[in-house]
């Protein structure tokens, strides 16, 4: 086994984010955090694995890429959209 809570806290401390797990098992997100986050990123979990959920960038932002970290103040909007797709 690798990883869990312990290490999700970790690596939110140490990239300085908030990480928002999306359960696919509990329907449910939870948020670990840095002490002062720059940036949200959300991760989906399957029961097995951790795997990213990235955002699309804006139409106008033609042959960007994909958004990884993303605003704190789109969280609760994006948390919902992260239960959907587990």
């Known amino acids: ?3 869990g809570e312990p ?11 908030q990480i928002v797990l999306a359960s696919c098992e509990t329907l449910r997100c939870s948020t670990y955090s840095a002490d002062a986050p720059t940036a949200s990123v959300f ?20 042959g960007a890429s994909p958004l990884r970290r993303l605003p704190l103040d789109a969280g609760v909007r994006l948390a919902a959209s992260a239960i959907e797709i587990a």
């Open 1 to 3: 086994h690798w990883g």
């Open 7 to 17: 290490e999700i806290l970790m690596l939110a401390q140490h990239y300085n984010v």
């Open 43 to 62: 991760v989906l979990y399957t029961g097995q694995h951790y795997d990213p959920l990235v955002g699309q960038p804006a139409a106008s932002d033609a």
